[in-house]
């Protein structure tokens, strides 16, 4: 019996010593072979002590840890010499494992079926190597044995997948998701509790998507990559713009006609691409990022501005409670979380819009395409020749709309 895991071996005697984890294959297995003395061991082998260490079983276990197990997580104590085994690796793996740990105790070397499930084992001569990288374009590659759960790179495009296949939600080491050029309409939720660092959906069909999945805990504090070009999309995802830590968002060859003004909350965001779309304005809160590159090429941008003499609103109705919290919070950069602030409140500071002088307004008037674009933080732009830009605002005061309007 062999897992692949990592492995840390801790030295009771000197807990002080640093302990650093190990790509590992562990082995139960008996020394020497003859049946009549047959001892039962666990080897540990490592690319660095191919040889392997060696911890006797009988009557050498001090305790096993196993309440973790679930996790994929255990720790082994033995007695002599007085070292902690901990190993982590697939749940599914490390139960088996387990299993035949119990039958090593009791000196068996077969299961209930009579399979041999020990053997005798006494070096690795060749390092198992630990697989990573997978990269499927057709069924007549996909594994067999189903999707290593040691992957940190998965790709599996142009195979008209309808649907995530679920061994995805398992790898917990996934960094890398492509799925591109298939036909998927829906992503359940589970993607969300994966730590993805980019994911690639473009060519797909998730004009009726849910995106709950981008709001797991895990993904929203993770992606730094998201492609969702060439999706159908008739509208902008406002779970998107919860994503703390996107640099790079490709948006590109949908029909989107209107970017929320909560694209504001993507402080991270360096590369944008949303060519190709039938957007007519942006929302003026898009100049408080700093892109590197944007493209905006391919859109239905007017010649000329909607409105050039819009009519001032009236400003004499009193702001709300809530939204007079919310400026408080925005005005002085006081930290928050939904443990301190009502869930309203919290909507209101990460979706409601901003003044040009950055004064929160919640139920103020959306002015269509009354500015010109004037990014002063973008280092490079991608539009139509002779094509200019507008952006939608809004205003707090009398002050502001004669100040930045056309």
Not at 5 to 28: G, L
Not at 117 to 135: A, F, G, Q, R
Not at 245 to 267: D, E, M, Y
Request: glycine fraction near 2%.
């Amino acid at each position: 019996m062999r897992i692949i895991c990592e492995t840390t071996i801790v030295n009771r005697a000197y807990p002080q010593a640093k302990n650093r984890a190990q790509k590992s294959t562990v082995a139960i297995g008996t020394h020497p072979p003859n049946k009549e003395n047959t001892e039962f061991y666990i080897l540990v082998f490592t690319a660095q002590n191919k040889t392997g260490i060696r911890f006797k079983i009988k009557e050498n276990l001090q305790k096993v840890f196993t309440k973790c197990l679930q996790e994929g997580k255990m720790t082994i104590s033995f007695k002599v010499p007085e070292h902690d085994l901990q190993i982590k690796c697939d749940p599914v793996q490390l139960k088996a494992f387990m299993n035949v740990l119990k039958l090593a105790l009791e000196g068996k070397t077969t299961n209930e079926d009579g399979r041999s499930v020990i053997s005798h084992v006494t070096k690795v001569t060749k390092h198992e190597p630990v697989k990573t990288k997978l990269v499927i374009h057709s069924r007549k590659d996909y594994p067999i044995k189903g999707l290593p759960r040691t992957l940190t790179h998965l790709e599996m495009s142009g195979m008209k997948f309808c649907r995530v296949d679920n061994q995805v939600y398992l790898l917990k080491n996934l960094k890398h998701l492509d799925l591109n050029t298939n036909i998927i309409e829906k992503i359940p939720d589970q993607l969300g509790t994966l730590r993805l660092r980019d994911i690639n959906l473009s060519s797909n069909k998730l004009a009726g998507s849910s995106w709950k999945w981008l709001l797991g805990d895990e993904l929203s504090r993770s992606l730094f990559t998201l492609n969702l070009s060439d999706n159908e999309l008739t509208f902008f995802p406002n779970a998107v713009t919860k994503l703390k830590v996107l640099t790079k968002l490709v948006i590109s060859k949908n029909k989107i006609k209107k970017i929320p003004f909560s694209i504001r909350n993507l402080k991270y965001l360096r590369n944008f691409d949303v060519s190709s779309n039938e957007l007519e304005s942006l929302p003026q809160n898009i100049n408080l990022l700093r892109f590197d590159t944007i493209n905006l090429c391919d859109n239905l941008f007017p010649s000329e501005p909607l409105n050039r003499n819009p009519e001032m609103p009236s400003f004499n109705s009193m702001p709300s409670l809530f939204v007079l919290a919310a400026r408080r919070v925005i005005c002085h950069c006081i930290p928050y979380s939904p443990a301190t602030l009502p869930r309203i409140i919290i909507d209101t500071i990460e979706f409601a819009p901003l003044c040009p002088c950055r004064m929160l307004c919640y139920d103020s008037i959306v002015h269509e395409k009354v500015q010109l674009l004037r990014p002063s933080r973008w280092a490079s732009i991608s539009m139509d020749r002779n094509q200019d830009v507008y952006v939608d605002s809004v205003f707090c005061s009398q002050k502001c709309f004669k100040l930045n309007r056309c």
